[in-house]
């Protein structure tokens, strides 16, 4: 739930040691973009489970629990330990080192679709395509599903997603007369009026985040990372959607209309509850932390669309997100599949939904009781509607580096003298640009 | 003649064998490492000593070193001389409850550094923090020590409220053997308390003040837990290379350049090593003994 997805926000310099990746690699490398052929049929799967076996979860997400309990229930000779490993890098440290021991590896493991590249070009996880997972397609929303690939290779199941919105403060908005921002045009003049009206209240926070960054470039349709196998482009500098959001957001910054505050911390939520961070665009797993640590602000939030780049607009953008994966050296692949099929295809879906989550299942996601539920936080507002139509609308395309958690771990050395005004965002993107590309190609990929 | 050798191997042989596993084995594993290089793309490579050329033209390394170098430059001396007047009053004899005194400036170094670093880093913010609250209580304009200029100063603040106690007892303790003999015969030779100071006690405090600045120094140039945790409530002040310590944490765990991270570990070992060593030539050759 909420806190699992406290990811690479906080953008610490923790993270995966991916030292032995390069062992097993050779030129064929690059062909990691086809799929596997499928070599195990739903009847094999369906036929171990029978048999049984048993089975461990590496997963902090905390409804992969009950789900397992239940997955138990159905198939009683198969025994699932769930182990929370660490949260986020954390347990991409622990996994990366366990993967280069040779032992102690998991039979599935949760990973943010930020960090799943790097695991794939490791080929340290398994290409569902094997089980014959390209007739899932149109199951899983298109932002999530794409997440999940490099190339035509799949390589996990997406458990939750994060479709962008604007959560607000409608009080804080009501007494100074703003209304909901549209375009983020709009949104900037608002962060304006807001500040000038009063002096410690701010629109929102923002000191510099890698994915949120990413995912506003992402929402105005910018590609500055394509992956192809090894072959890698990294241009922030050329990119349109970049430097939209260099430009629209540089005039903000410059404005001070960003309360200092730093995301997760206690200062963060203070301001997130007593009114004086009056909005943020996040994704839809937001509502749980906001009921769990802000709690003062009840009743006063409400959720809106994201702001647009263009007036009119629909688009949006994915934020964090996980999804389950098979780790190569599994000896259960068979069990483990027929566990991921269910934690996030089938009857697993519904019962994280009630434990909290944010499906990335399109049948789910469409469903009325989904749809018509009402939060008491949120004023009694109907949010999933609003959240489940931006799962929609992601724009599609988007790709992450296969080093992006290095390359976010750098951000606050690069863009991040852009917000201390040393720099202005433009050149930071650059520096930032600079930087990845340099490390990319000591790392051997070929980079452009 | 061949006998007694092998009773010495056997008595010194066990302490050897931890001694080679805990303490030389890790430097050279570090010292295989720092010669190879691992790609995500291409494998391992025998590079020979392409990493520490690469670590001596490298521009984020030299910003590291001259940051702690300036560090110890600043922050060493103010701490271990605020030591060493603390270990001068207490050991005057003229502080009501000196006991008192003594326990509570020694009572932070038993606070976990991590955590002194958590709890000074809300005292530092500048909206919810004490500096926040000052700021507003008196209206003044305390900057906030998060910022890129100031952060330095912070951890300063920190580091020496940390461990003042700790160079306090010892400078205190060099004082406690002074034989107090000399004292009465000073004082029947009519010195008095400054001249006693000058005389006696500096002298005598000559061992401790070197043994004490030789852990400064090491400690300066292995600086990371502070910065390490004000960096979630600083993330743009604090750089991935903001010490050498941090930079090689980063290259180890986010970059996952293990071999470049074991040169600049190794080079930051052997140059500490050798600062301190010349360090403490220095000040023995000047004390005749």
Same mark, same amino acid.
């Given at each position: 739930m909420g806190i699992t997805r406290r990811r690479a926000l906080i953008g610490a310099a923790l993270s995966v040691t991916l030292m032995a990746a390069g062992c097993s690699s050779s030129d064929s490398d690059s062909e990691g973009t086809e799929a596997a052929a499928t070599t195990v049929t739903d009847a094999d799967v369906e036929a171990a489970l029978q048999k049984g076996g048993s089975l461990t979860v590496w997963a902090w997400d905390t409804t992969i629990k009950p789900v397992s309990e239940a997955f138990m229930k159905k198939y009683p000779n198969v025994k699932i330990n769930v182990v929370n490993a660490g949260t986020g890098n954390d347990q991409y440290t622990a996994l990366q080192n366990a993967i280069t021991a040779g032992t +102690?590896?998991?039979d599935v493991a949760q990973i943010e679709y930020f960090a799943l590249p790097q695991f794939a070009l490791a080929k340290s996880v398994v290409d569902l395509n094997t089980f014959g997972a390209k007739s899932l397609d149109g199951t899983f929303t298109p932002g999530t599903w794409n997440n999940v690939h490099s190339g035509e290779a799949i390589y996990g199941f997406p458990i939750d997603s994060g479709p962008m919105a604007l959560f607000y403060n409608k009080e804080v908005f009501d007494k100074h007369k703003i209304a909901v921002p549209t375009t983020w045009e709009e949104y900037a003049t608002a962060a304006e009026t807001l500040h000038k009206a009063d002096a410690k209240s701010y629109i929102t926070s923002d000191s510099g985040d890698a994915g949120f960054t990413t995912s506003l470039i992402w929402q105005a349709g910018g590609k500055p990372y394509t992956v192809d196998g090894t072959n890698l482009t990294i241009n922030f500098a050329d990119d349109a959607g970049s430097q939209k959001f260099a430009t629209t957001w540089q005039k903000m910054i410059d404005a001070k209309v960003f309360s200092p505050a730093v995301g997760w911390t206690d200062e963060w939520f203070k301001g997130l509850a007593d009114g004086s961070i009056a909005s943020l665009v996040t994704g839809a797993w937001m509502p749980s932390n906001l009921e769990g640590s802000a709690a003062a602000g009840k009743g006063k939030w409400r959720v809106a669309p994201m702001p647009q780049w263009e007036t009119g607009g629909k688009a949006t953008a994915e934020s964090g997100g996980s999804s389950l994966a098979i780790p190569e050296k599994s000896e259960n692949k068979n069990i483990a599949y027929g566990f991921l099929k269910y934690a996030a295809v089938t009857e697993g879906v519904q019962m994280r939904i009630d434990n909290g989550a944010f499906p990335a299942t399109t049948k789910e996601l469409a469903a009325p009781e989904f749809l018509n539920k009402e939060f008491e936080y949120f004023g +009694?507002?109907?949010i999933n509607e609003i959240l489940s139509a931006s799962a929609s609308e992601v724009v599609t395309g988007w790709n992450y580096l296969p080093f992006q958690v290095y390359a976010n771990s750098i951000y606050g050395d690069t863009v991040g003298k852009a917000y201390l005004g040393q720099s202005t965002l433009a050149e930071g993107l650059k520096a930032w640009q600079d930087s990845s590309v340099k490390y990319g190609t000591e790392q051997g990929f070929t980079v452009k | 003649m061949t006998r007694r050798s092998w009773i010495g191997w056997q008595f010194t042989g066990p302490f050897l064998a931890v001694f080679a596993l805990v303490f030389l084995a890790p430097i050279g594993y570090s010292a295989y490492l720092s010669v190879y290089r691992t790609q995500l793309v291409g494998g391992t490579a025998f590079v020979g000593i392409d990493n520490y050329t690469k670590a001596l033209s490298d521009p984020q390394f030299w910003e590291a070193i001259t940051r702690v170098a300036l560090f110890l430059l600043v922050q060493v001396p103010v701490m271990l001389i605020l030591a060493l007047l603390i270990a001068l009053a207490i050991d005057s004899g003229r502080l009501y409850g000196a006991s008192f005194f003594r326990i509570s400036v020694f009572l932070p170094y038993a606070v976990p550094s991590v955590v002194a670093a958590l709890m000074w880093g809300f005292m530092y913010g500048?909206?919810? *923090?004490l500096i926040g609250n000052i700021n507003e209580a008196l209206g003044t304009a305390i900057p906030n020590p998060l910022a890129p200029e100031w952060i330095l100063t912070a951890i300063g603040n920190i580091v020496t409220w940390e461990f003042i106690g700790y160079n306090m007892i010892i400078l205190y303790s060099g004082l406690k053997v002074v034989d107090t003999s000399l004292y009465e015969a000073a004082a029947i030779d009519g010195a008095g308390e400054w001249r006693i100071i000058r005389a006696i006690k500096l002298p005598a405090l000559r061992g401790p003040i070197v043994v004490a600045t030789i852990f400064s120094i090491v400690g300066s140039f292995q600086l990371f837990n502070e910065p390490q945790i004000l960096d979630s409530l600083a993330p743009n002040s604090i750089t991935t290379y903001f010490t050498p310590n941090i930079y090689a944490y980063q290259l180890s765990?986010? *970059? @996952? @350049?293990v071999n470049y991270s074991a040169t600049i570990a190794l080079i930051m070992g052997v140059t500490t090593m050798v600062i301190a060593y010349l360090f403490q030539r220095r000040s023995m050759k000047g004390a005749g003994s």
């Open positions: +102690g590896i998991p +009694g507002q109907k | 500048t909206n919810f *923090g765990f986010a *970059g @996952q @350049q």
